[in-house]
């Protein structure tokens, strides 16, 4: 099989732009409904004094919550780099110069845009953090 036209990679690269960016809006919804949950749960919880079991058996949803975000939050990450790598190749071959594609992940990879930070990091500190305090508060119970 021949190498495929350069009307072809131009749309295999439109293709995986689209999906990079479904990538992100699916972290994004999830980390906005999983932030709307603990919220709710902690406001409720508080506003009408639940405690013991229900209050027990809320920290512990929350806990399988976040490890699911964790979960979700990598496997989304190596998605997008997978995507990335596809799309390099691609810019490879049709003589794209990364910058025009890739550029802030170009520039950071050089470090000189230090204020991109990885989302599925802050993301995982995020999850990890809800857990450990739901952990604790269980602890304490």
């Known amino acids: 099989m021949g190498n495929p036209s350069e009307d072809v990679l131009i749309e295999v690269l439109k293709e995986n732009w689209e999906h990079i960016r479904h990538?992100?809006?699916?972290?994004?919804?999830?980390?906005?409904?999983y932030a709307a949950i603990v919220a709710g749960v902690f406001g409720f919880t508080s506003q009408a004094g639940?405690?013991?079991?229900?209050?027990?058996a809320l920290?512990?949803?929350?806990?399988?919550l976040s490890i699911i975000g964790i979960a979700i939050a990598v496997k989304l990450s190596y998605e997008y780099h997978k995507t990335?790598?596809?799309?390099?190749?691609i810019a490879?071959?049709?003589?794209?110069?990364?910058?025009?594609?890739?550029?802030?992940?170009?520039r950071l990879k050089e470090g000189r845009l230090w204020r991109y930070c990885r989302t599925a990091t802050f993301v995982s500190i995020l999850y990890g953090a809800v857990m450990v305090i739901c952990i604790s508060l269980l602890l304490k119970l």
């Open 23 to 33: 990538l992100e809006n699916e972290r994004l919804w999830f980390t906005n409904i």
């Open 50 to 56: 639940i405690g013991g079991d229900v209050f027990r």
């Open 59 to 64: 920290l512990i949803f929350l806990i399988f």
């Open 84 to 89: 990335m790598e596809k799309m390099e190749k």
């Open 92 to 106: 490879l071959v049709l003589n794209i110069d990364k910058e025009y594609i890739f550029a802030p992940v170009a």
